[in-house]
């Protein structure tokens, strides 16, 4: 397979996907300690220009795990960047150094720019409200180990409008043909374009607004974060919070299958007496982060599978 | 070859006259001639001399726009950008009076440099050293998508030109 940068899920076909992700499944034993040198000599550069703890710490955790290191931008002040260097100076001057290149950035396209400057691979983290394809990748290994992705039904809540996690979720959920229920408050309904988009690919796509009526009816549940912010009226934004938030009562009728997922940092969403229910499984995502990026790290600079 | 007034068009009343050499478009949708040169980059200062109809009557349109540009034979890849705007409008080359070559316009499968995104937030509506380029998903109706945020673009195409 040939893979030359991971800017968007828009580029991978489900062949590609499926690659990745049993390419993870291999090197999970090396997530959870055992020794390697297969990137050994090699170094990743993490340019952050965006805080982030999860995203920055498993990128770190896959290259270190498999021998390879890791070197920081580091905080803007003080840095060519504070001085007005463009973007593409940064990436063209930072490739010269590693061997491939992770990007977050304020900015939506700022990935695809870099990787039209820089000279060694460029994976992106997060641009701006765009794309964040690591994460697809991670929650699709999710369920492929957790539940199962032929024939999967899911339900996506909570903020849809503004959720990056769950649009390029659910474009690539629609590669293998999963039913889809879209749940979420009116004001924060999936944008239209990315509806249309998915079912332009015979994608199965419902809205409600009533999280119970679902529960029963699903799989996975994929929980996002409602922030407070996206409503001017605190009394309203109580009344939504409230009602898309997971407690043990809520999942006492749920199928003993049923799985959540959650990007994290999650707030109210998920109460904590839910984490030890049969049902969580947002922390084994997140750890489930390494794995993934290992095999992409290893595809992407590794010499190939 | 046939000449640029056709022999039954001569009874009309002629809103332009003929034009010896250069290029004139026709069919631009009502109202867009002022885009059209926009697009051709001959909105500002110019030594060509630029004729523009608008609104007259037309069977297929309704109501269309003609530009005859003189002394300049247009390019095609700069024609093709019209149809972002006019996807109807057809090419005349003229040299010596005579329609030396009709054709349709027809979009590229990416135009760099002439549509801004609409994303304000995007990196190609930033300082950066770079061109904007969207990728033609569709021609008609015209469906641009940002190469670089991927945010589509296909209503106002007109407010977005460079």
Redo the contacts between chains.
């Keep these: 397979m040939f893979m030359r940068h991971v800017l968007?899920m828009?580029e991978f076909s489900r062949e590609e996907i499926d690659s990745v992700l049993d390419l993870a499944e291999s090197l999970e034993p090396y997530a959870r300690g055992k020794k390697s040198d297969m990137l050994a000599g090699k170094i990743l550069a993490l340019l952050f220009f965006e805080p982030s703890t999860r995203t920055r710490m498993s990128f770190e955790t896959a290259m270190k795990r498999l021998g390879g290191s890791v070197i920081n931008l580091g905080p803007a002040e003080g840095s060519s960047i504070s001085k007005g260097e463009?973007?593409?100076d940064t990436v063209r001057v930072i490739g010269g150094y590693a061997d491939a290149l992770v990007i977050r950035?304020?900015?939506?396209?700022?990935a695809?720019?870099a990787s039209?400057y820089s000279p060694v691979p460029v994976l992106n983290a997060g641009?701006?409200?765009?794309?964040h394809p690591t994460q697809t990748l991670l929650d699709l290994y999710t369920i492929k180990k957790e539940s199962h992705l032929e024939n999967l039904r899911i339900a996506l809540v909570g903020d849809l409008k503004y959720g990056r996690t769950v649009h390029s979720l659910a474009y690539a959920l629609s590669l293998y043909g999963a039913d889809i229920t879209l749940v979420s408050p009116p004001t924060l309904k999936m944008p239209e374009?990315i509806k249309i988009d998915l079912s332009s690919k015979g994608t199965k796509v419902r809205e409600t607004s009533n999280l119970s009526e679902e529960i029963n009816n699903v799989d996975v549940l994929y929980m996002t974060r409602i922030q407070r912010e996206r409503f001017p009226d605190p009394v309203e934004y109580k009344k939504v919070a409230s009602s898309y938030q997971l407690t043990p009562e809520f999942l006492a009728e749920a199928r003993k299958n049923l799985i959540i997922m959650h990007p994290l940092p999650r707030v109210d969403e998920i109460t904590p007496a839910v984490d030890g229910t049969k049902h969580a499984r947002y922390f084994q995502q997140s750890f489930y982060g390494v794995p993934v990026r290992m095999a992409l790290l290893k595809m992407l600079i590794g010499g190939g599978e | 070859m046939m000449a640029e007034i056709e022999p039954k068009a001569e009874i009309r009343e002629l809103r332009v006259k003929p034009i010896k050499n250069g290029t004139v478009i026709d069919h631009i949708a009502g109202g867009q001639a002022l885009n059209v040169l926009k697009i051709l980059g001959i909105s500002k200062t110019t030594d060509a001399t630029v004729s523009v109809v608008m609104n007259v009557e037309s069977g297929k349109l309704g109501k269309k726009d003609i530009v005859k540009v003189e002394d300049r034979e247009l390019l095609d890849e700069e024609l093709n950008r019209i149809a972002l705007i006019a996807p109807a409008a057809s090419i005349n080359i003229i040299r010596d009076y005579l329609v030396i070559e009709k054709r349709p316009v027809d979009l590229p499968d990416e135009i760099i440099g002439v549509v801004r995104c609409q994303n304000p937030n995007c990196i190609s509506n930033t300082l950066e050293p770079i061109k904007s380029r969207m990728l033609v998903k569709a021609k008609n109706p015209v469906l641009l998508r940002c190469l670089y945020c991927e945010l589509p673009l296909t209503d106002r195409i007109a407010e977005y030109l460079i």
Excluded: I, N, T, Y
Aim: glycine share 16%.
């Design positions: 968007s828009r463009s973007l593409a950035h304020p900015k939506e396209g700022s695809r720019l039209e641009d701006g409200a765009g794309h374009p």
